[in-house]
C-alpha cells in the first residue's frame, strides 16, 4: 500500500513537485522543467496508475486516498494527505477533484513503436489548443483510434490540461511525434496507411467515400487555418465531412471524433 504522509505546512518541500501548476513560469510539467506528467482526479489518477506513465508521488484528500486505496497496492509512491485548504496553497488553486498524481515521463515513443499494430491514426499538424488535443485522445479512446502522431507546430501532449480534458487517455493511446511535414507521411505511406487529409473544401470527396485503406491515418490541422497546401498535397485524397451550408468548418476534436466514426462504420 503507498505510503501515507500527512502535509500540514504548504511549504513543505515534499510536495514541490506540486507546486504552483497555475504559473506559466514555474509549471513542473514543462518539458523543458521538470517535465512531469500531472494527473488530476480520481478517473485520471486510475488511468495513471494503470500505464506507462509510474507516479512518483500522489498528493489528496483523505477522501480520495479512500477512494483509491484499492488501486494503491503495490504503489511505491507515497500519498501525501492534505486538507483542501492546504493543497489550494500548495497548488495554487482550488482543486475540486481533490488528488493529484505526478510522474516523470519516460522515453518518448518512436513513430515506428506506435505504428507497429495501428490500423487508424490521427496525424496533427499546427494543432496548439491543449483542449482540442486531449479531447482528440478522448475521442480516440471511445472510437477505437490507435495511435495520434504530431507534426510540426503542436502542443505538448502532456500539459496538465490536456491529460485532465482527455480524461488520462493521453496516458493510454500511444502518440510520437512526425517531424518534417509532409515529408514524414512517407513513413505512413511506407507501411501501407491511406493519407486522407481532411478538408472543409465542397469539391472534396466525403470521407465516408474517400476511406477504403486497410490502415487510415488521418490528417487534421488546427483551427482557422487547417492543414498546409503543401501538406494536403502529398496526401492520397482530399476529404470532407458533409455540413449545412454556410457553415465553414468544424472544431478539430469535433471532427477527429467523426472522422473515427466513419472509420468504425467502415470496418
Do not use: W
Not at 504530431?150 to 502532456?158: E, I, K, N
Amino acid at each position: 500500500m503507498a505510503e501515507v504522509i500527512d502535509i500540514d505546512d504548504p511549504a513543505d518541500p515534499r510536495v514541490d513537485d506540486f507546486r504552483d501548476l497555475s504559473n506559466a513560469d514555474r509549471r513542473p510539467d514543462l518539458p523543458g522543467g521538470k517535465g512531469l506528467v500531472i494527473a488530476e482526479g480520481t478517473v485520471v489518477v486510475e488511468r495513471m496508475l494503470t500505464s506507462r506513465f509510474t507516479p512518483s508521488a500522489l498528493l489528496g484528500v483523505a477522501r480520495k486516498y479512500e477512494v483509491l486505496a484499492e488501486q494503491l497496492s503495490g504503489v511505491a509512491a507515497p500519498y501525501y494527505r492534505a486538507t483542501a485548504e492546504v493543497m489550494a496553497e500548495i497548488v495554487g488553486f482550488h482543486l475540486n477533484r481533490g488528488v493529484l498524481a505526478a510522474a516523470r515521463r519516460p522515453p518518448e515513443l518512436t513513430a515506428d513503436e506506435v505504428l507497429a499494430r495501428a490500423r487508424t491514426v490521427a496525424v496533427l499538424e499546427g494543432v496548439n489548443d491543449h483542449e482540442n488535443i486531449g479531447s482528440i485522445f478522448r475521442n480516440a479512446a471511445g472510437l477505437g483510434a490507435d495511435a495520434v502522431l504530431f507534426g510540426d507546430r503542436c502542443s505538448d501532449p502532456l500539459y496538465r490540461r490536456s491529460v485532465r480534458v482527455s480524461m488520462g487517455h493521453v496516458l493510454r493511446i500511444p502518440f510520437a511525434a512526425l517531424p518534417d511535414l509532409p515529408a514524414g507521411l512517407n513513413t505512413l505511406r511506407g507501411k501501407g496507411f491511406q493519407i486522407i487529409a481532411l478538408t472543409p473544401d465542397p469539391a472534396a470527396a466525403t470521407l465516408a467515400h474517400a476511406m477504403t485503406g486497410e490502415r487510415v491515418a488521418l490528417l487534421l490541422g488546427a483551427e482557422g487555418p487547417g492543414l498546409t497546401e503543401e501538406t494536403m498535397r502529398a496526401s492520397d485524397i482530399r476529404a470532407r465531412i458533409p455540413m449545412t451550408p454556410g457553415t465553414d468548418s468544424l472544431n478539430v476534436a469535433t471532427a477527429a471524433a467523426m472522422a473515427f466514426y466513419e472509420r468504425v462504420r467502415a470496418q
